[in-house]
């Protein structure tokens, strides 16, 4: 599926949320009948997390974040997506836990300023991996935070999204989503030329000819 698809499809969800029916509690000045203001919060938190879960969006954000820190270097080779402008790194001390160490990557995307702070920790009832908190920052606002893990592993190790620690909505979902598409299609790409260069290169072994034009 191209970008232009992936990224027409991500409208079309974002559209369906927008008009979808919302029950009176929604606006979080009223509440279901028998609940009470624990309850309430808790649901209204729970609806509000839901929305970024139907988008894939933590899955993106973590993909995006995994390529963004070569941005910095690539942009000035002309390697880094055209949806980026500027990347450049640096390191913070985040607020709640000055202790820790972190880095924040400040990039321009479709025109618009974020920055992305990323912080890893370890937790103390699970020592097979590291833990992370991943945040982006849009005008001055956190608009999305994240907690992701990852396994200790011998040969690779990714990070996956954990929690959704806080969501506000706004137009920089499709941005981030038109990025994400912009990447997908990249490494697919990247990984169909690889594969197609490996097997010239094996047939080329056995003395069979092969069109290098394709």
Known sequence: M???????????VLLAISLRPRRLASNGNSSTRGENESERLKRLIEEKRAIPQQLGLEKAVVQIWKDLQHYPTWIGRGQAPAL??????????PPKYPQRSAKAIDATILGKEYSF???E??????????AADLDIHVGGQTVFAISMFREFNEYSSEWKPTVIRGF?????ISSLMQLSAEITER???FDHDFKAKWL???AKQFGIAVDDKE
């Open 117 to 119: 702070q990323f912080g």
């Open 2 to 12: 191209s970008a232009t698809w992936i990224f027409l499809l991500v409208l079309l």
């Open 200 to 202: 010239k290169d094996q």
């Open 121 to 130: 920790y370890t937790l103390e009832h699970n020592d097979n991996g590291i």
């Open 84 to 93: 980026v402008t500027r990347a450049v790194e640096r390191e913070i001390k």
């Open 168 to 172: 506000l909505d706004g137009d920089w």
């Open 187 to 189: 490494n697919a790409k």
